[in-house]
């Protein structure tokens, strides 16, 4: 039979590394583009093999020319090469040299390619080698279904690219390494199957019967048959009559058909009849698809310790002796087919009173020794359930009545199918011990309790010591006190600051069967009886709280269920009720004076704890106002060295609080007020006064910025000054924001008055204008009138221009805004600007490149750039240089909040600039003033 073990798992590899071979030969044809058969060239192909020593290539071809070509190609992909020009010198070659891969030309002039390809594969030397037909005559679909029918790996028609050549010969190539690895990966996976210490036989299924396929060599050897006497046969019919049965009628054999891993013990019979005892382990095998199509399964020879089971039955005699002279008692106990004891050893008479005779004669003896509140652990032992292995401890009714303790170790005996038969065990009465350890366990529990008392203060000073709330503290104080007193319920409230009288309850430990509380309002006013119990630091202890009225009524009231003793610890914070903490039992009389003086020292505890607590909250949300404040805040010490600074004043100054610590607050000087500004306002403050006043401060970047202060003195408690504390407001914004709002009004007055007048001015020159040009036109040219007319029509336009400009400034004229290219007008504009400037100022123009258009009116952009140059050279008398920039630019929300009437978006920068004497501040102030 073909050998198959791996096969279907191999099959799967090779598939896929075909599907590698094919993507990388198509990414290495798409690196070739010569043509063989068409050509020959001298190019380099990529892709060249980088192993050592390279594969060999046969090339059998007849044409001379083409044969060069293809070996040249080959070579430079890092190829060896040999070639053959007939068919007979392509034999002797390929049997001298034994190549990886033969290119054959189909059409030979001796003998044809696919006889020459059918040689090669009947060669065994020639296993290896892999054959790829070329033709340029048999290209038809029959001829190439020929080639391969022939023997050969590929059938390549010609014309082919290099590139598909290689792509060819590199796939081929890759199919040949990884048949060669699934080979040896074949070879080594049989010599481990055969080599293996374990008797291996695969089977397959054959209508539910299990027939071998193959087997190893151990199998051979140890049943003494040769491999063609085993291989088809049935598996059954090298087992024992026993093990046939479990194999086939007891399930065996399907149950390894289903998955399951399947171990069990199985007889073997060698051909001259000998027994062989092994332990089988067998395992489904499956097809390609998942389907069960046999099973693997491996016998290991327990020959040995079938012989060590003998030796041990053997002892059993000599551990009878020893279990009837032991002091515990030793017992057997049948689970099937009827319950019983089978062995019982004599020391049951002096542990339980009851003889060997009496367990044999009763089967149900041993559940009736068991005390009843112990026979449930007794079920799980006779229904498989318990721990086996561990010890077990039952309390026992001697036969005189009273209660013994033992500790028993059971072992669970279970046949082949699982099912527990028996149970071995062993029982020693530990009676003496449970006394001592009784005693023990007291005396631990009152150190424990003493212990955990220690602890529980030790709790709540180390909670109340960390950043902790007053709700999660009281819930581990409620937790505590019921773990220490064992409490059936404690329950917290706090008393709520907005409504007299009244609690809340806002931490508990409830018993499982309590509802919650959480949450719940008691209003105190309503148990006044309780309300004047808990103005005192004292705890309020009732043993019998049915007794007292008072305790009844607030137990339901904070709804601790029933109620036996109680604890109520009053929480007080300056000598008023700040909450409470209630603690009860179920029982009477739980709880002692000791108890109630504990309880005492936690409540003190806990009252300091809330007291930090309110204190450190305080803090904390003053702490986060100043930090969210939008206004900045300094502190200083009593040297004026900064100590804190907020946010919000590293988000105006522009320094970090690193860099303001430590420093005196002096270094935000801008210099604009004078040493005698800053000595008044010392002065208030070290008088203990509050200092109000604006003043101007210089941010990190050089920019100055306004400020409205207060500054206020901190004294301690004998009323020193220790910090000076400045809050300041940023008003930067507003001031400017305000100087453009009046600026804006002015400019709107002179706006109205210029509108009026050259209203005025416009309808006195309509009627000028209008008589000179009738005067003009009624007169002859060569009339002096004639002559005067002119002039007063050439006054009168200059006018008109005037008042052009006039109703242009104050918003009164259609302008005609269109899209331009800024540029262009400046461009266009170069050689007036140079007859406006003259010679002693040099021009420069800088253009954006890719400048956005814009929407302007070209008349007014032109007279402001002249107007700005006419400006710029007044500036410069004795020469200099003018220059014009355009640039892209976008406004950001902070730059339009600064700038009254801008919008934020894209815009175009015109940008003038000389070299001139410049402006004093006070003409800056005044510069968009019309007619300044």
């Known amino acids: 039979m073909e050998w198959y073990t791996p096969g279907d798992h191999a099959w799967y590899s090779l598939v896929r590394l075909m599907t590698e071979h094919n993507r990388r030969r198509q990414a290495d044809m ?150 060669q690895e699934l080979r040896l990966e074949s070879a080594r996976y049989r010599r481990l199957f055969e080599e293996a210490p374990v008797l291996h036989v695969i089977t397959r299924d054959q209508d539910g019967i299990p027939i071998i396929e193959e087997c190893n060599r151990l199998w051979l050897t140890a049943l003494g048959y040769t491999r063609a006497e085993v291989i088809g046969r049935p598996l059954a019919d090298f087992y024992s009559p026993e093990s046939r049965h479990a194999l086939l009628e007891g399930g065996g054999y399907q149950r390894a058909l289903s998955g399951k891993l399947t171990s069990a013990e199985r007889e073997l019979v060698t051909r001259d009849g000998r027994i062989i005892p092994t332990l089988l382990t067998a395992v489904a095998e499956t097809d390609a698809e998942g389907r069960v199509v046999g099973t693997r399964a491996m016998f290991v020879d327990i020959s040995a310790r079938k012989q060590a089971e003998a030796a041990l039955r053997e002892s059993e005699q000599r551990f009878r002796r020893l279990a009837e002279n032991a002091q515990d008692l030793i017992y057997r106990y049948r689970m099937v087919p009827d319950r019983g004891f089978e062995y019982v050893s004599p020391a049951a008479t002096r542990i339980t009173g009851y003889t060997p005779e009496e367990h044999y004669a009763d089967p149900d003896l041993g559940f009736k020794l068991v005390h009843p509140e112990d026979r449930h652990l007794l079920q799980h032992l006779s229904e498989g359930e318990a721990d ?42 530990i009676t003496a011990r449970k006394k001592a350890d009784e005693a023990l366990r007291t005396t631990e529990h009152e150190l424990r309790r003493r212990n955990r008392e220690l602890t529980l203060l030790n709790r709540i000073i180390s909670a109340s010591a960390t950043d902790i709330s007053p709700e999660l503290l009281l819930q581990i104080a409620c937790d505590e006190l019921a773990d220490v007193f064992s409490a059936s319920a404690v329950t917290a409230l706090l008393a709520d600051e907005r409504t007299p009288d009244t609690f809340r309850i806002v931490a508990e430990c409830q018993a499982p069967d309590q509802p919650s509380e959480l949450g719940s309002v008691v209003h105190l006013s309503a148990l006044p009886a309780v309300q004047g119990m808990l103005s005192r630091p004292v705890a309020l202890r009732r043993e019998d709280v049915s007794a007292d009225p008072r305790f009844q009524a607030f137990a339901a009231a904070v709804g601790t269920g029933r109620t036996g003793s109680a604890m109520i610890l009053p929480l007080l ?13 179920r029982e009477p009389g739980r709880f002692t004076e000791t108890d109630a003086r504990v309880a005492e020292g936690v409540a003190r505890q806990i009252e300091v704890a809330l007291a930090r607590i309110g204190v450190e909250q305080s803090r904390r949300q003053l702490a986060a106002a100043i930090e969210q404040s939008a206004e900045s805040v300094i502190i200083t010490d009593a040297d004026a060295s900064i100590v804190y600074v907020n946010p919000a004043f590293e988000a105006i100054t522009g320094y970090s609080r690193a860099e303001a610590l430590g420093q005196n607050p002096r270094f935000l000087k801008s210099g604009q007020h004078d040493a005698e500004f800053y000595r008044r306002m010392w002065a208030t403050l070290t008088a203990g006064q509050v200092w109000h006043g604006r003043m101007v401060n210089r941010r990190k970047d050089g920019s100055l910025y306004t400020e409205d202060a207060t500054i206020s003195p901190v004294r301690d408690e004998g009323g020193t000054i220790i910090n000076y504390v400045g809050v300041k407001r940023d008003i930067t914004r507003e001031l400017a924001l305000e100087e453009q709002f009046l600026r804006a009004q002015r400019m709107e007055a002179v706006r109205r008055l210029t509108a009026g007048i050259a209203h005025d001015f416009n309808n006195l020159l309509t009627a000028i204008n209008g008589f000179a040009e009738l005067l003009a036109t009624s007169v002859p040219n060569d009339h002096p009138a004639h002559s005067m007319a002119l002039k007063i029509q050439s006054a009168g336009r200059r006018a008109a221009d005037l008042v052009s400009q006039l109703l242009a400034y104050s918003r009164k004229q259609v302008i005609q805004p269109q899209v331009l290219d800024l540029n262009e007008v400046i461009s266009s504009m170069d050689t007036m600007l140079q007859r406006i400037i003259g010679e002693d100022i040099e021009l420069e123009t800088i253009p954006a490149v890719g400048l956005w258009p814009v929407s302007v009116d070209r008349t007014q952009i032109e007279q402001v750039i002249v107007n700005l140059a006419v400006n710029a050279r007044d500036a410069m008398p004795h020469g200099g240089r003018l220059t014009i920039e355009t640039s892209n630019v976008t406004l950001d929300a902070d730059y339009v909040a600064r700038h009254l009437g801008a919008e934020a978006g894209d815009h175009v920068l015109l940008s003038v600039t000389d070299t001139g004497v410049g402006m004093s501040p006070e003409v800056k102030e005044r510069i968009f003033e019309p007619y300044f």
Not at 124 to 135: C, N, P
Not at 573 to 585: I, S, T
């Open 30 to 179: 798409d690196t070739c583009d010569d043509t063989v058969g068409q050509g020959s060239s001298d190019r380099t192909i990529s892709g060249t093999p980088s192993s050592a020593p390279p594969p060999l290539i046969l090339i059998v071809d007849d044409d001379a020319a083409l044969r060069t070509a293809t070996a040249r190609i080959l070579r430079s992909a890092g190829y060896a090469v040999v070639e053959a020009a007939t068919g007979a010198e392509g034999l002797r070659r390929a049997a001298e040299t034994h190549p990886a891969l033969v290119l054959l030309d189909v059409v030979l002039p001796d003998i044809g390619g696919i006889e020459v390809c059918q040689r090669i594969k009947r060669d065994a030397r020639m296993a290896g080698t892999y054959v790829i037909l070329l033709s340029a005559i048999r290209t038809s679909p029959d001829d190439r279904s020929e080639g391969l029918e022939g023997g050969a790996d590929d059938y390549i028609p010609r014309p082919v690219s290099n590139r598909e050549l290689l792509g060819h010969v590199q796939a081929i190539l890759r199919i040949r390494d990884v048949e």
């Open 388 to 429: 086996w292995g561990r010890p077990v401890e039952f309390r026992w009714r001697h036969k005189n009545g009273h209660t013994i303790w033992t500790e028993q170790i059971n072992t669970p005996i279970f046949d082949e199918t699982g099912k527990l038969v028996a149970i071995e065990g062993i029982a020693r009465d």
């Open 573 to 585: 914070m300056e000598g008023r009720p700040a909450g409470l903490m209630n603690v009860v039992a």
